[in-house]
């Protein structure tokens, strides 16, 4: 049965005519993965769920990896945001693939399905499960899970069955892909961190001989 809808009334006729609906991808990753590894993951992901030709909203991962080089490449070569949720915000997101592991690493049992799950917003549903890299000659570094907003049969977005809670996302970092802009903004409260702009140039102070009741400046005015 579904729920209240998703970004707007009950009944929201849901993204423009013609235009696919949009897909948040959660990853979670080992330190030092690779950006390529983790752009080939997505892309595979995406194709294997037939949502190649759906536009991808943001990146998202637990705070704990935000700062990972890879996740935020990855991010910057895709021309998204990365958001960052806190682990305690993950683990209250119900997924069908918890891991024991994950949980004892970053304190969630779920990183790439719950961020990508709490990313898309209340009553979003997995578009497809948690999946791994396959790098050639070395150990997977990289997983990733897509999410969305469900979608009826007429085509307007509602709330799923299951993943995110049905109230409002707790607040998340976002780290900028762009190098011009602040490191880390956050949504719902203040900035945590803000590239500071240049304070104004103070002018140059005048010479003595600059100033308009000085024997110089008199002497270059009336010769």
């Not at 997505?42 to 080089?69: F, Y």
């Not at 991010?75 to 990365?82: D, E, S, T």
């Not at 549903?125 to 791994?132: F, M």
């Amino acid at each position: 049965m579904s729920g209240p809808a998703v970004g707007g009334p009950a009944g929201d006729p849901g993204p423009p005519a013609g235009e696919s609906a949009p897909v948040v991808v959660g990853v979670g990753a080992s330190r030092g993965v690779a950006v390529s590894e983790v752009v080939e993951l997505i892309e595979a992901a995406l194709a294997a769920a037939g949502c190649a030709d759906r536009p991808v909203r943001a990146l998202a991962t637990v705070t704990a990896k935000s700062s990972e080089p890879g996740l935020i490449g990855a991010a910057r070569r895709l021309g998204v945001p990365l958001r960052a949720f806190p682990a305690t915000a993950l683990a209250a997101v119900r997924v069908p693939d918890p891991s024991a592991a994950t949980a004892a690493a970053v304190g969630t049992p779920s990183v790439a399905e719950a961020a990508a799950l709490l990313a898309a917003g209340p009553g979003a549903q997995l578009i497809a499960g948690k999946r791994k890299s396959v790098p050639r000659g070395g150990p997977a570094r990289a997983t990733c899970a897509l999410a969305g907003p469900a979608v009826t049969d007429s085509g307007a977005l509602t709330a799923g069955r299951e993943g995110a809670p049905a109230g409002s996302s707790p607040a998340a970092d976002i780290v900028m892909t762009s190098p011009t802009r602040p490191a880390v903004a956050r949504i719902g409260g203040r900035r945590s961190s803000a590239t500071r702009r240049p304070s104004a140039i103070p002018p140059a102070p005048r010479r003595p001989s600059d100033h308009p009741s000085s024997p110089a400046h008199r002497r270059l005015r009336h010769p």
